[in-house]
């Protein structure tokens, strides 16, 4: 029986940390919600779980005070610190060291937050890094494209950021200048302040891919590999996630993938719990994209756990709280993950955007044989944006199933379904102002969006 007294803190229990708080509420483990700011975007603090799974749920300030508020204020003794989301992780990594419990030091945090300070760590140690430069200003870089670099395209993004929000695929002055004047004065979309410089990167001409790890003491497991697939839309100079297909876990791409994912790791002092990795594999070589020091986000751990009998979540919560047993096991066993059953997360790409005058025919899609779960993120009514990033998708389809040519052939249904007149109905904003006034209400995007996480299970 687990002390009343004893509790787990989930720093910023958003997007995939929702799942974790499930399992560790399932174990019966009392946790306490800390949120890394109050001020994040919607898109954020509107995923947060119900109030009935935390026994204490407060704000971050520091260290010192969060060890006074919990332990002596509360009388509370934290067993563990996990970060549920990618804005949490710097807090989470200073809770640790507060705490006292299993981490990775903060004082290297930055190696697994800064996309920049991560590309630098690995060139000081010899690994593949993006080419880049951290710009203040658009002088410096476009200086540093033309006398440096010397190719079009090259990508701008702030250097804290995640996903694909902020992300500027530019191909010519012009498309800098955009990237530096949207930009630079506004809101971080993790919460980091305000945006005053932007990371100027190469373009990773390839096929990406996700590497999802666990660590325990600085060793390390691949727990599943999956190929990314974005659509590039030069004319919106942006790229758009739209599906992640699940690996077996040997062939010669994930072989290279893994040797160098496991260096790429001990590079930044990665020593404990989850890592989700994005790599571009460009002419036949791995480069790093970024390493995030969490979960994957959507859905992915659990469904990395239908599909290959591990979940990160689990492996994640044995290392900080069950002494790494099935971790220590697993390793000892050179483990590598068997591919059980074909698995992809899906997002909807809207090319068009405006009031909806009819919701995305959801049903259709469910009487697909591999057909899992889904999120329908708009409702008649509501003002749907066009598909620009990881924010705006205009839903979420899993799909699992024994047989990977059922899977591809509804995988390839769907897209021509989207490719359908009339599959995204949308009038203009002017057009559908009645539509707008009516019971269903327009929502902000970032609202619409949170829905993304409460995906209602329908198995086949």
Known sequence: MIDTNSVVVVVDPYSSGRILVQELFDEQYPIVAVRSSSELPEFWLNQMPKSDYFVHTTTFRDGESMVKELEETKGYKVLAVFAGSEPGVIVAEALQDAFKVRGNGSDTSMYRRSKYAMHERLREVGLRAARQISATKVEDCLAWQKDVHGKWPIILKPALSAGTTGLYWCHNEEDVRRAFDESLGAESWTGDGIVQELLCQEFLDGTEYIVNCVSHEGRHIVTSMWQYTKQRLEEDNTIIPSSALLLDGRGEV??????????????????????????MMVDGEPCLIEVNARLAGLKGPKFAELATGFGDHQLCIDIFLNNARTFEQLFASDYVYARKKACCEMLLVSPVGGIVKSEVPMHEIEKLPSYHSSVKNYKAGDKMAKTCDLTTNAGLVMLLHTSDAQLKSDYDTIRHMEQRPGFYHVIDESEGASAAESPSKAEPSSKVNAAIMNVVVTEN
């Open 254 to 279: 994930q072989d290279k993938l893994r040797k160098y994912t496991l260096e790429v790791l001990d590079a930044v002092y990665f020593k404990n719990g989850p890592s989700h990795n994005e790599i």
